[in-house]
């Protein structure tokens, strides 16, 4: 069986953390100048793993494999979030470079054919997951078109500037996989608690967001007397306050809201606000919770637009994505390398966080492995994982590869 | 009596709106370059007019009349809130301009002493009334060590850019002056809708402020359960729904309060926030009221803070200002103008606004004086007011400083 190099492994992901580095974290987002640098190194990285690599036209980077026979595809996404992790997508991403070597290394397993990826913009700068899709064939000329970043630069502008604008769109040939590994840290909890080394995913929760929009009247914070005032910062707080109280009547056990983007305008103490906009996000692993989340809303927004004040309006602020299944069979193999490599300590869990392979198990069977965060911290400059559990986890990656593949 | 020149005094208002305009409105905050070249223009001005005029240390202009005897300050604030109307502040100025031209042009009122000045910063981008409170002594250099805007500029840093730092800062001789005259618009819709040409401002409502802070923890918006949540922004709308519920219970008939700024952050829609911020400013006739505001909030932040989640401090943002009475002997000069210029069309008024005449009140007699606005609508680009109308608040501005100095 192949054997990864672990130091080969952490200097890697080390190095990929110098692009972009702040802190112990990483601002990298999608086709910023520290981006599209991290994925011409990475490309330079799977050509000197033997593979033939491509930066595609929406900055995937994909390393094809020049051996025959049904390939795997396994990585994960380099880009950040505006404050990210230094392991979040780039664990993967280098887990999938590793793996082709390890399996090249070994003589048993260097006639299987592994692809290599990191996918584009997994952390919605544009649009979330928009290279997944775009290899998928999900990524449509109407997502696209309006598609801009929170400060308003337009996604052809940001295509533009990275010099993309010419390149090719890879989309995968469903023929040539039989199906897409990816490993991540876990961004929760839940195995470090329980003292466990891995996490095979049984399912990836679906998600939902609204953005909600409050058109009031600016005017004067000191002559305008309450009772006329069209207050778009007072529609945002009592939504926003009735959301918090509400869901929970409607949620699941694991259900999670957030209202993270709020912004008031003009923004200025002494001035009464005419627009507001908020942004909504959800997630359950069960359809009709999220069916249930938009009608809460819905009749919330009702409720205070029958008050007068500012006028509320709602649109989905991104795709509702429906909660994903990882393949049986692959899962499998995933279990019986970790029980190989931990013993016992490993198990099986729901993905609280989305994924890329949430988009391409719509394409081709997909399944996830996770591995332990440090006090479950993710998406901030802290988060970090242990040495060992890092190299643990791509040596239960590259063993779960090849015995597919060996099938 | 002094005749003001009408065409004269709209010319100049009309030229100083020029000075930063966007669309109807006007961007002149205080120091940015268009503020100084305002300030550099009105100088010009006042020196045409015969006055003796300096810009001094913070931005304030003040032109003095070279004449003998104790004289009258004319005069209001020439920079705007960040998208501000072309005559909130700028009026008052050009009436102290042009009153100090019509008693020059005419024999009988030629001898009397009216110093016009142009205040700074009155819309709090630094510190609200910054430049009458200097020009009155109360600017402390405590008040001024730390004072930054919105976006983390520095007053200092301002202050040298504008080329100040080293500009002696005047402070009025109160044995100079009777008091103090400021023309302004209502700002609110209550002349225009009775049909009136002037009010008579009658007492200045108090305001005080509160900057609240949510400190939570950042993390990843779809692992993190909700149960273990420091959600910045969920403290943030509950805090702010309860303000806007509570108050009302303990407000007086023309209390207003605003909460106009809010940030989260990071800001994104996947991000459960870490930080958050809120600026709170409320208003009233009487100190009673907005202690009873200041206990509310205190009361409402105990209450949230006791459920757990991101943790709520409170600071004052602003110093408080106590409601200020309006000299009664000014008002029955401007009472006597008003009359006789339109009849019965005036009335007595307070103002739900402040005003810099709030901070001289509590160095020497003050007075104010509104004119209608169109819609009531301010701190906005649409504001505005009928030629008429402002040539009439000038004239009897003009009439009211002639009687008040001949007694």
Chains 1, 2 share one sequence.
Not at 62 to 84: E, M
Not at 280 to 285: E, I, P, S, T, V
Not at 297 to 316: C, F, H, Q, W, Y
Not at 368 to 374: A, G, K, N, R, V
Request: include cysteine; aromatic fraction near 6%.
């Amino acid at each position: 069986m192949p054997k990864i190099n672990a130091d080969r492994l952490l200097a890697d992901l080390r190095h990929l953390r110098s692009i972009g580095a702040v802190d112990n974290g990483v601002v990298r987002p999608a086709f910023s100048e520290e981006d599209m640098e991290a994925r011409r190194w990475l490309k330079a990285q799977y050509e000197a793993a033997g593979l033939e690599a491509t930066i595609d036209g929406v900055g995937n980077v994909l390393g094809r494999s020049p051996n025959a026979g049904t390939a795997l595809l396994i990585g994960s996404h380099s880009d950040t979030q505006p404050t990210g992790g230094w392991l979040d997508g780039a664990l993967g991403v280098v887990y999938g470079l590793e793996v082709t070597r390890a399996l090249r290394e070994d003589p048993e397993t260097r006639h299987l054919a592994v692809d290599a990826v990191s996918l584009q913009d997994e952390e919605s700068r544009f649009f979330g997951c928009m290279g997944s899709r775009s290899l998928c064939g999900f990524f449509t000329p109407e997502m696209e078109a309006d598609a801009q970043d929170k400060d308003g630069v337009l996604l052809s502008d940001a295509l533009r500037d990275a010099g993309l604008r010419d390149a090719p769109r890879i989309q995968l040939d469903r023929e040539r996989y039989l199906g897409f590994l990816e490993a991540h840290i876990e961004q929760g909890p839940h195995l470090e608690e329980d003292g466990l080394g891995i996490g095979v995913v049984t399912s990836i929760v679906g998600l939902g967001g609204l953005r909600l929009k409050f058109d009031g009247q600016q005017n004067h914070a000191g002559t305008t007397m309450m009772a006329i005032r069209k207050d778009a910062s007072a529609a945002l707080y009592a939504l926003a306050n009735a959301i918090n109280e509400e869901f929970p009547k409607v949620a699941g056990e694991r259900s999670v809201w957030t209202m993270g983007r709020a912004v008031i305008e003009p923004g200025a103490a002494s001035i009464v606000p005419g627009y507001a906009e908020l942004d909504l996000q959800y997630r359950d692993k069960s359809t009709e919770v999220l069916d249930a989340f938009e009608a809460t809303v819905s009749r919330l927004i009702d409720e205070i637009n029958a008050r007068g004040g500012a006028k509320i309006t709602s649109e989905p602020a991104r795709v509702r994505v429906a909660p994903a299944h990882m393949d049986e069979g692959f899962r499998r193999h995933l279990a019986v390398a970790a029980q190989k490599n931990t013993g016992e300590m490993w198990t099986e869990m729901p993905s609280g966080a989305f994924h890329d392979a949430g988009v391409i198990s719509e394409f081709m069977p997909c399944a996830m492995l996770f591995i332990p965060s440090i006090g479950g911290i993710s998406h901030d400059f802290a988060e970090d994982s242990h040495d060992d559990d890092i190299a643990l986890g791509c040596q239960v990656l590259a063993d779960a590869a090849a015995s597919i593949l060996g099938e």
